[in-house]
């Protein structure tokens, strides 16, 4: 199978798949025809395997010793639940300290959060750990830079169609022949709507996550 059907079959992005491989989790053989990768059943399975791993919050090092026999699946499911158990407590942790700060009268401009930063810092020390929304919050500015690129590449192109039609309605006798003007119309008409199709698509990939998705899959 190619790398499209097994995207399709697993529900993997081949951005993951090859990362999979990078991280020597995969091991498709190479069609000495054309070089491309070929995937078999085998590959396939595997791939559910790390899929329903990742899912479940597996690290990378966890599942390359199950791969590779130094532990069994019940050995790593024993320490994965230490874990799911520390993120427990996290949680509660949290829970408990917002739900002290219900009773909360002050506004957010006269509230003391020197005291509470402190009270936190001692959780920490105790071994909590709290969320961190600010590395969510930075994928908004990876919007940014797609968008201008976006708007800026169809200005230019909107700028070069109305170019040419305020050029053929002052000099008509002088513009090029109507199929050519079409052609040169159509040209930058076609560059603004393939920007827009990349935009549009690179605008999901952000939303959906799709640059840390090997964190998660």
């Known amino acids: ?100 700060l219900t009773d909360c009268r002050e506004k957010l401009d006269a509230l003391d959060a020197q005291t509470l930063l402190a009270r936190m810092e001692q959780l920490e020390q105790e071994g909590t750990t709290f969320m961190d929304k600010q590395k969510q919050d930075t994928r908004r500015r990876h919007y940014v830079a797609p968008v201008l690129s976006a708007v800026v590449m169809a200005l230019l192109m909107g700028g070069m169609i109305w170019l040419f039609l305020w050029a053929f309605e002052v000099d008509p006798l002088g513009a090029p022949p109507l199929p050519l003007l079409l052609l040169l119309i159509a040209l930058p008409a076609v560059v603004i709507l393939g920007v827009g199709i990349a935009l549009y698509q690179r605008i999901r990939e952000i939303g959906h996550g799709k640059d840390d998705d090997y964190k998660k899959y």
């Open 1 to 100: 199978m190619k790398i499209n059907e097994v995207e399709a079959l697993v529900g993997i992005t081949k951005k993951n798949i090859r990362f999979y491989e990078a991280e020597g989790l995969l091991h498709p053989r190479r069609n000495s025809e054309n070089g491309y990768r070929d995937y078999s059943a085998e590959e396939v399975e595997i791939l559910r395997r790390i899929k329903l791993l990742r899912k479940l919050g597996f690290p990378l090092e966890e599942i390359r010793q199950m791969q590779s026999g130094l532990c069994t699946v019940g050995d790593g499911m024993r320490r994965h639940l230490v874990l799911l158990d520390r993120e427990r407590d996290n949680l509660e942790s949290a829970r408990h300290f917002c739900a002290e």
